[in-house]
């Protein structure tokens, strides 16, 4: 399948997106740039996009459900997970596809309804099963050959919430979500 872009998604693709009940993320290079700063003390930041983070609320705000599976483990998540309300947060997942399980189990989902969005080697076999499989423009070619759709915006500078609209306006919601800024 060629790969997908807001302006030339194809019919299939709008059909797997319908689907979607949960919205998955990694977090290093898809959530954040990818770069990891630490400081003279040890002391861990990253930085987050205002534009993401608004994105994650108002898929939440539609029903949708959010959750973060990333290979580290860092409290700078953990805080920013808290400030957006997402409901899973799997911090040091070495396999990802264990939380990927993990969370469609605990739900009663089918792979069909999670969509994930990824940007490196690990998030590959999640991708592989996810119903609706995205990436950052940014991603390795790797994860770009596997992707249903690729972000025309790199992690950290506004990819999540690309897909996040995306979804929306694929399912339909993105009026009912955003009424209130029409008033």
Not at 92 to 105: C, Y
Not at 107 to 131: Q, S, T, W, Y
Request: one cysteine or more; hydrophobic letters at 40%; proline letters at 1%.
């Amino acid at each position: 399948m060629s790969k997908q872009t807001a302006s030339n998604i194809n019919a299939l693709c709008r059909e797997k997106i319908k689907r979607i009940k949960i919205l998955l993320l990694d977090v290093d290079g898809v959530l954040t740039d990818g770069r990891i700063i630490l400081d003279d003390s040890g002391k861990e930041t990253k930085s987050f996009d205002v534009k993401d983070g608004h994105g994650i609320k108002l898929i939440l705000r539609s029903g949708i459900r959010v959750g973060f599976i990333t290979s580290r483990r860092s409290a700078v998540v953990s805080k920013r997970a808290g400030e957006l309300g997402i409901e899973y947060v799997y911090q040091g997942a070495i396999n990802k596809l264990e939380a990927f399980d993990d969370i469609i189990k605990k739900n009663h989902f089918k792979e069909a309804d999670a969509a994930f969005i990824g940007d490196d080697l690990v998030d590959i076999p999640v991708l592989k099963r996810a119903g609706f499989a995205a990436c950052v423009s940014d991603a390795v070619d790797e994860v770009k050959e596997v992707a249903d759709y690729i972000a025309s915006n790199p992690g950290g500078r506004g990819a999540v919430r690309e897909v996040c609209d995306f979804i929306l306006k694929a399912q339909d919601k993105w009026s009912e979500v955003t009424k209130r800024y029409f008033i």
